[in-house]
């Protein structure tokens, strides 16, 4: 057997590649299988059983019932896609110029726009507070977008997605009248769609799964959005994972089926196919 051949090293890279998969998948399944064992299951047992023997739903309807985990539903529903919204307009909006545009420091308004990126969270969070606090946006679904509501990468990712759009069709639109902001609508940002949608994929996710700012801003359990809710099992049932994975399955169910959904989107734009030859 030829060790060298290329269906042997395939065979191998797949291998690899699968075992990795696996190790990566291997928490998210265990947490799925959790959720819908039944109370007469080990789930500590060695090795894991990540199918259940008996699934139930039994868990999933007992987090449902006992807790407003629909109105979590709703505020992280309405928080994320608020969020999205406004940082897909503010970061295609901050994009264009600084793709398309000629002015007296374009390039070091975006390299110290870049450089925050290398800036964490927490040291901008307690100005942030304080910022949040004093404007009355606290227990509100506006305190929870306002830190999210443009970001460097977002400013970033559209800028190179803008740089990508042939001249000519900017051209062709400013020779028949259309101005920069009409550029922008009807040229640009149909041009880079897969951008704006992947972006849309990172922030909705980012936004769903934040904890930190919605633990700092809110005490108001009415505006608990999901993972703020999901901690509260952890005492609600004093550490019944069972339960704590249903609530925590209901959290990630959305953004699984959002990211099933967009996947197909998430590819390289060709905006030149809009040029004619």
Known sequence: MNLKS????????????????????????????????????????????????????????????????????????????????????????????????????????????????????????????????QLGLRNTYLGLIFPSVASAFGIFLLRQAFLSVPKELVEAARIDGCSQLGIWWHIMLPAVRPALITLAIFVFIGSWSDFLWPLLILDQPEYYTLPLGVAKLAGTFSFDWRLVAAGSVISIAPVLLLFLLLQRYIVPTDAATGVKG
């Open 6 to 133: 290329p269906i042997i090293k395939r065979f191998w890279n797949y291998l690899l590649l699968s075992v990795i998969a696996l190790l990566m998948l291997f928490p998210l399944l265990w947490l799925i299988g959790t959720a819908f064992k039944s109370g007469n299951e080990n789930i500590f047992q060695f090795p894991p059983q990540l199918f259940p023997r008996e699934p139930t739903f039994e868990n999933i309807i007992k987090v449902w019932q006992t807790n407003p985990m629909g109105r979590y539903l709703v505020n992280s529903m309405i928080v994320a896609s608020l969020t999205v919204e406004l940082n897909l307009l503010f970061c295609a909006l901050a994009a264009y110029p600084l793709a398309r545009l000629d002015f007296r420091g374009r390039d070091s308004i975006f390299t110290a726009i870049i450089a925050t990126i290398m800036i964490p969270f927490q040291i901008v969070m307690i100005p942030l507070y304080v910022l949040t606090v």
